[in-house]
């Protein structure tokens, strides 16, 4: 079973509209967590990293939480973008070289 | 700028033929590795190297094999293609293993007819 949980798999959204995309993990002892964005064709790049006694990270209009006692993260995307549409990854870190990561949500920004 | 390099983007191969893939990588990272990626299983790990010559299995190592012979350079290796090897293969990059950010490559889409 994985480990790293993330919902919804898709959505579309308007553009200028805001959407939340949650990370749920079991991964134990946790070390440290990521989103990351993969544009169509391309690999994925990270947005941001967040550590255990972290509960809040911004990257422009990107905003991810986490609560490590109830091991769930969300990231926020605020006035989407048509640039926004890609698949958000979520990657949790649990040793030094030890990683699980979620199978992704599309996000879709329509016009 | 970080760079990850993927020797080719699109490949289109036949049952039982060896496939190398090659994954270059210019910041002197120490860390590097190999993922394939499928629709609605996420990236799962294939092997990965701490440094040059130093290879260790990932969580889906079978029917794949790699070699890192310099540092930059880190090959993914399958020794008789099969059409369950059809997927996207991702290569990463990273600093040492207290830097846990991982750098990319642009993917190989591999379809083995």
């Known amino acids: 079973k994985n480990q790293v949980e993330q919902s919804p798999q898709s959505l579309i959204i308007l553009e200028g509209k805001n959407c939340t995309l949650q990370?749920?993990?079991?991964?134990?002892?946790?070390?440290?967590l990521r989103w990351y964005k993969q544009d169509t064709g391309r690999g994925p790049v990270s947005l941001t990293i967040m550590t255990f006694s972290e509960n809040t990270k911004s990257n422009g209009r990107y905003t991810a939480t986490l609560d490590a006692d109830t091991k769930q993260s969300s990231l926020h995307i605020t006035a989407s973008q048509l640039s926004d549409s890609a698949s958000y990854i979520c990657v949790v870190s649990f040793n030094d070289y030890k990683l699980s990561f979620g199978a992704g949500t599309t996000v879709t920004v329509r016009a | 700028d970080v760079k990850v390099t993927q020797s080719s983007r699109y490949l289109v191969k036949r049952t039982g033929e060896k496939v190398f893939l090659e994954c270059v990588q210019d910041m002197d990272h120490e860390n590097m590795f190999w993922y394939r990626q499928d629709p609605g299983l996420g990236l799962r790990l294939i092997y990965f190297s701490y440094d040059v010559k130093m290879k260790e299995k990932g969580d889906i190592p079978e029917g794949y094999s790699v070699s890192r012979e310099k540092k930059e350079r880190f090959s993914l290796i399958l020794e008789s293609a099969s059409t369950n090897q059809t997927s996207m293969y991702l290569c990463a990059s990273r600093p040492d293993r207290n830097t846990g950010e991982l750098f990319f490559g642009e993917g190989s889409r591999l379809t083995v007819l």
């Open positions: 990370c749920n993990y079991t991964v134990s002892p946790f070390s440290n």
